[in-house]
């Protein structure tokens, strides 16, 4: 086999999981050591850099980099990283001196951002201190976007949004509120912008087209009612609510129903469970609020009666289920559900009844934009989409990332370069080895499971709309689950022309992750290793061949839990543990920082 | 960071008869320098006896001093075990035997302990074959004393500092087979490959199992101008016989060409099936085994793998008539001869 180029900067980031799986590629592990060491403000600073809301992510995150958790293949739970995330916001000092500012002369380039939601901001964040003006416009009159008009403040509290919004918008961008963009057209053609970014999210909800929908106004969309609550507009719903669908926005209904009076609220599926779109653990918070979840009801028309909505009638249905998948439905019968009021959550779409479809602007057969996947560009080369708005509804980290990349392009096309060329990742190494058995990482396996994160009473938390439900760890709690963190960022380095092949770190190895074998065809010598190749998918390094015998060393990535012992027992220093830090460009790297200071010395 | 290995069991570990995994075999950290061959040969023993599925109360652990006879520690954490004084192991090892012949005893000693004090005793403890597995972890230097030549350095080999070597060597499988011994066969600690079939035969093989595993010293012995370097022991091992262990009631699936393997039954059921990679050997016979060894040595080549086995001859327990249940089951009444019964006893000998 051709032996593993690490240098390439993927192979060391798709180790660490929880890195590669973060779409704005978090570094994880250094932010949880750095809570270890009780310093709360680097880990924050280390988490801004990627994610740019550590205290809304820390909370409300969709958390890929969970399922992706290594600790979640020696046990059954990951490391708690999201609710970390929240401990590094919580305990964190006042980190505003550390913040980048606009330099006070600009260079000149005006930047219009469309929504005030998570993409504009991240663009209007990436993008000031580097001396652009960057205009937000917003239709209504706070920030945030989908962030304070869908999450219900008792998940997401205002003061948190307003904190975050704020280091943004402290840094110098123009906030432009209650002024919504009714025509692309003329923001571009009299704005005097050098570059548009829209990141006006996915904010339609989808509508049930069945017979009774318009006989009552008892029937909302789940968005536009979440946001009428939010703004305070709407204050009471009825004592028995059925919630159509299972998605997130589900979760947000069926738990606000609750606050806002409702005594029985059933959330209605059309599937069987495992086919939920609902991450699990908002499923779990709102089964522990007693919201019922039933499975296998299609929808089939609303139940109104004297004008007045008593409930929906449902198609109970049968699911034959292969390999995950659904193969065959069938309806086996008709139930009633009464009820005084629906709330209809099955999705949501973006729209653009305000982009003229003449501008240059090209639109696909689904009314969606086209943006370039890598450079979100429009076809309008002035125009970059992200967010919700570039590829539908995503989530927050998404919308960052998005932002991000925007950023990058909208630099690179305002100072006249190809934006489709962009900046490359790289990666750097250092050895952790200190002297004879030490090592400057803390490697000791700690077999303590995930710690639950203390939630306000089931009788307290309704007592008003904007409580709080999760109360995050305390330092006590966080210094147990920074310790269930497996470091996948310090990497086990191998250099081959050191080995004498003594196998050494073969016998020590606690998981059977390295095997020396004689080298072959990559399908053939994965049948040689000394643990069973469980998951493809991940890396698989495979040594030049060794002195003493021409054989191979083979590690396989996914079964390594980075004890760092096959490095302690190599007499040579063939192995090397080495902590990783993987090179995320941003617009910054890109310029040379006016302001002096820049986010990564920060 | 901490030098103990995370007791983490994957998912999907293999599990033997007795449902425990490879890591239920194991012992105490090792406090052996990094890349000790020993280490190996522990990792190697570790591997056989889960294996064997044998409960780890069934297993008596004996070693002398030395750094091999450390590593004892390292292997079946609830196994029986004695360290005794240097070079005494077989002495130990001939007492517990004699008590109590259902336990399987792995005896792990070095070269010093086995070549330079306790020669004697190893030489009688082949003569009365007793029923043990004897593991030679062999470096050919005295680690634990800082690179000293021991009695299985070559001659005009080379210590650390460029001494050259100018006494014979004790070469332990010569020995061995002039002594009698019914199983004799020599490994390398970087072989497991062949070394765990072997230790796994030489548990189940009744009489004096010798295993001569050259384990480099990593520290003082593994040099330029060394001959048990590992360098030099790859270029050097030469395979006569492949032993693989074929459970009891378990098929040999494997057909062989004739005169390319024989398979010898063990007398529990299980078959030692040793594969001839030299065509000419025959691991059967003793004189032609001393001989062969004997040629190679002269042409600075190990001949490893299954030197000899005789498997089938009488050995201590048959010799002494050692009863088959311990002695600490036996009632008193039974075990203790009393007045009479000892006056009979004594007279006999008058």
């Known amino acids: 086999m051709q032996p593993t180029d690490t240098r390439d900067p993927d192979y060391y980031h798709r180790v660490v999981d929880c890195q590669w799986a973060c779409p704005a590629h978090t570094d994880v592990p250094e932010y949880i050591r750095l809570i270890a060491q009780g310093r709360y403000s680097d880990a924050y600073m280390v988490n801004r850099e990627s994610n740019v809301f550590p205290g809304i992510l820390g909370r409300v995150c969709d958390r890929p980099c969970e399922p992706a958790c290594r600790r979640g293949r020696v046990e059954e739970k990951p490391v708690a990283i999201c609710r970390l995330k929240r401990v590094a916001a919580d305990l964190r000092d006042d980190i505003r001196p550390r913040l980048p500012r606009a330099p006070s002369v600009r260079n000149g380039k005006r930047i219009a951002c469309i929504g005030a939601g998570p993409a504009s901001l991240t663009v209007a964040n990436d993008l000031v201190p580097l001396g652009y003006e960057v205009l937000i416009f917003e239709r209504y009159t706070r920030t945030g976007g989908l962030m304070r008009t869908n999450i219900p403040s008792f998940r997401l509290p205002a003061e948190v949004l307003d904190e975050e919004i704020g280091y943004v918008l402290d840094m110098g961008a123009e906030l432009r509120l209650g002024e919504p963009v009714d025509s692309l057209k003329r923001l571009l053609d009299e704005g005097g912008f050098d570059a548009v970014f829209v990141g006006t999210g996915a904010p339609t909800g989808k509508d049930l087209v069945l017979p009774g929908r ?103 249905m049968e699911y034959e289920v292969d390999a995950g998948r659904i193969v065959a439905e069938r309806v086996t019968g008709q139930v009633t559900l009464p009820c005084d009021d629906v709330i209809l959550a099955i999705g949501q779409e973006n729209a653009f009844p305000w982009i003229e479809r003449d501008i240059g602007i090209e639109f696909n057969r689904w009314g969606a934009p086209s943006v370039d996947e890598t450079t979100f560009q429009a076809t309008r080369p002035e125009v970059f989409f992200g967010g919700d708005a570039a590829f539908g509804p995503k989530n927050i980290i998404w919308a960052v990332e998005h932002g991000h990349q925007a950023a990058i392009s909208i630099h690179r096309y305002c100072q006249g370069l190809p934006v489709g060329e962009r900046p490359p990742r790289g990666v750097k190494l250092q050895s952790r080895k200190m002297g004879m058995h030490e090592w400057s990482y803390k490697n000791d396996y700690n077999p303590s499971e995930r710690r639950l994160v203390p939630q306000v009473g089931l009788k307290e938390r309704f007592r008003q709309l904007n409580i709080e439900v999760e109360l995050g760890f305390d330092a006590d709690a966080a210094a147990t689950e920074v310790q269930r963190c497996l470091n996948c960022d310090i990497q086990t380095v191998f250099e081959a022309k050191l080995c004498i092949e003594c196998d050494a770190c073969i016998d020590i190895c606690p998981t059977d992750c390295l095997t020396i074998t004689r080298d072959g065809p990559r399908e053939e010598l994965e049948t040689r290793l000394k643990a069973p190749r469980r998951n493809p998918e991940q890396g698989l390094y495979v040594s030049s061949a060794l002195k003493q015998t021409g054989r191979v060393m083979v590690k396989d990535e996914d079964l390594c839990v980075h004890c760092g012992l096959c490095a302690e027992r190599c007499p040579t220093n063939a192995w090397d543990m080495q902590k990783s830090w993987i090179d995320i460009p941003h617009a910054e790297d890109e310029a040379t920082c006016p302001s002096g200071t820049s986010r990564k010395s920060a | 960071m901490r030098v103990t290995k995370p007791r983490i069991v994957p998912p999907g570990a293999p599990r033997n008869e007795l449902g425990m995994t490879r890591r239920d075999y194991e012992g105490g950290m090792s406090t052996l320098c990094a890349g000790c061959g020993h280490d190996s040969v522990t990792a190697a023993i570790v591997q056989a006896c889960f294996e064997l599925s044998l409960p780890p109360q069934s297993v008596a652990k004996l070693s002398g001093i030395g750094c091999s006879s450390k590593t004892t520690a390292y292997f079946v954490a609830g196994a029986h075990g004695f360290n005794g004084v240097h070079g005494r192991m077989p002495a130990i090892a001939a007492g517990a035997s004699a008590a109590n012949r259902k336990l399987r005893y792995i005896g792990v000693s070095g070269d010093g302990d086995s070549l330079s004090i306790g020669l004697g005793q190893l030489g009688h403890a082949i003569r009365r074959n007793m029923n043990m597995l004897y593991m030679l972890e062999n470096n050919g230097v005295y680690g634990l004393t800082k690179g000293q030549f021991s009695a299985s350095a070559d001659m005009g080999s080379r210590s650390k500092k460029g001494e050259k070597n100018q006494n014979e060597p004790i070469d332990p499988v010569l020995l061995a087979l002039s002594l009698g011994a019914t199983f004799v066969a020599r490994s390398f600690s970087g072989d497991k490959e062949q070394l765990v079939p072997l230790i796994k035969a030489g548990l189940t093989h009744r009489g004096f199992g010798l295993i001569d595993v050259l384990s480099p010293c ?95 001859r009488s050995h201590f327990h048959d010799r002494h008539n050692t009863p088959d249940e311990p002695l600490n089951s036996i009632p008193y009444e039974k075990l203790c001869p009393g007045s009479a019964g000892l006056a009979g006893i004594l007279s006999g000998f008058r």
């Not at chain 1, 029937?219 to 009428?228: K, R, V």
């Not at chain 1, 139940?303 to 007045?308: P, S």
């Not at chain 2, 459970?247 to 004739?258: H, K, Q």
């Not at chain 2, 059967?284 to 490893?304: C, H």
């Open chain 1, 214 to 316: 318009d006989g009552s106004d008892r029937i909302h969309i789940g968005i536009a009612w979440l946001e009428s609550v939010a703004f305070g507009h709407t204050k009471k719903i009825g004592d028995n609510v059925l919630i159509i669908g299972v998605g997130n926005t589900a979760m947000d209904c069926c738990r606000t129903s609750l606050r806002l009076g409702a005594t029985s609220v059933k959330v209605v599926a059309r599937k069987p469970r495992g086919f939920f779109k609902a991450s699990q653990w908002e499923l779990e918070d709102a089964e522990e609020e007693s919201v019922e979840i039933l499975v296998n009801h299609a929808p089939r028309s609303f139940l109104i009666e004297d004008g007045r909505l008593r409930g929906m009638v449902f198609d109970r």
């Open chain 2, 218 to 312: 990593v520290t003082f012995n593994d040099h330029e101008g060394s001959t048990k370097s590992y360098a030099y022991v790859r270029e050097h091992q030469q395979a006569a016989i492949a032993a693989d262990y074929v459970e009891p009631r378990r098929e040999i699936t494997v057909s062989y060409a004739e005169g390319e393997a024989v398979s010898v039954e063990m007398h529990d059921g299980s078959n030692v099936l040793l594969r001839k990679l030299d065509r000419d050997y025959d691991p059967t016979d003793r004189a032609k085994a001393l001989a062969y060894v004997q040629e190679r040595v002269q042409r600075n080549e190990y001949v490893t793998g299954m030197i000899y086995l005789g498997e089938g």
